[in-house]
């Protein structure tokens, strides 16, 4: 596969990233350590993860997958700080106390002496970008961390955190993770041309639409019994909405029309889109990564590109991925 730059740090990573919200909830540990074994094999370098994920166990998995390998130095690990991690009103957000704790937490749970990618899980208005990001640096600096990034951050918020970093000389982003699919194009307007303009790669969480690309619903009240919709509810059914069922359905019957999988062509889609690192894949096991590796090899034609848009304009959206980002007035009717 053609591996591609990591911003413009120079560190190559995979066309696609392995996601792990769903080690532990719903995805057992065994199973969870041998598709991560699989996604090594296939050439997946980089591992997304978070602090947040299964209240740290899918840091613990990580960790442990990657000893059980002995390939720690074939993987970039990516985790991430922001979310409660426990009761205390200092056990979340993007202060200096949170982020040096957790940091710390997260080293811990994942049994490795740095972490290659630490993201800001949401952005924290609360707290001066100058604060947060001084502890970002006293952590690269301390070799605890190579290299940061923000996640689901406004165009503007991201670009506040490049200047602060160049004023102040400071540890810089390198990444921004923002929703990204066919159904959410909105990041094109304004996000994905600032990440280009100052040298940020960009990882794209929810590929396929929570599976709305995928074909996976018959209407947006029944969702299938066996996905992050039916098991947590919450944020994650306020995605799924009527049109956008309607939307995904109506791509993944043009995928299968040309013999394609719609979930490889959806992935496929915010992989080959300018501007983008790395579609994050989120498989509940073996089986479903196998049936995304193909995607590493796969290309987006011109043609495609036009079917595409014309079922979705570009820029626009159908269905609200950034429904967890409170910064986002702006919701889809």
Request: glycine share 8%.
């Amino acid at each position: 596969m053609e591996y591609r730059p990591l911003g413009r740090t120079g560190v190559m990573v995979s066309p696609l990233a392995l996601g792990t919200d769903n080690l532990v909830n719903p995805t057992p540990r065994d199973e969870s350590i041998r598709m991560i074994h699989a996604a090594i094999d296939a050439g997946i370098n980089l591992i997304d993860t978070s602090n947040s994920y299964a209240a740290g166990e899918s840091e613990r998995i990580v960790g442990e997958a990657l000893q059980l390998s002995g390939r720690r130095d074939d993987v970039i690990v990516a985790t991430k700080v922001h979310y409660p991690t426990g009761p205390g009103p200092n056990d979340r957000g993007n202060s200096r106390l949170h982020i040096m704790r957790a940091c710390d937490e997260s080293l811990r749970r994942l049994g490795v002496d740095h972490i290659d990618l630490y993201q800001l899980h949401r952005p924290d208005m609360t707290i001066p970008l100058a604060e947060t990001l001084g502890a970002l640096d006293d952590l690269v600096r301390a070799g605890k961390v190579r290299y940061i990034g923000s996640s689901t951050a406004p165009a503007w918020h991201v670009v506040e955190g490049v200047m602060t970093s160049e004023q102040r000389g400071l540890a810089r982003f390198v990444t921004e993770q923002s929703p990204y699919n066919l159904l959410d194009r909105r990041v094109e307007n304004e996000l994905l041309p600032a990440c280009q303009r100052h040298g940020l790669g960009v990882l794209a969480w929810s590929p396929l639409a929570m599976g709305m690309l995928a074909g996976r619903y018959s209407s947006a009240d029944a969702p299938p019994p066996d996905s992050r919709v039916a098991a947590r509810g919450g944020i994650y059914a306020e995605r799924v909405s009527a049109r956008g069922v309607e939307v995904g359905n109506q791509f993944a019957a043009m995928a299968r029309s040309l013999g394609m999988d719609p979930a490889q062509l959806a992935i496929c889609f915010v992989k080959d889109q300018p501007g983008i690192t790395a579609p994050i894949i989120g498989p509940k096991n073996v089986a479903q990564l196998v049936g995304l590796l193909p995607v590493l090899e796969m290309t987006l034609s011109d043609e495609l590109q036009q079917m595409c848009d014309e079922i979705v304009a570009p820029g626009s959206v159908v269905a609200s991925f950034f429904n967890s980002a409170p910064w986002m007035r702006w919701k889809v009717l």
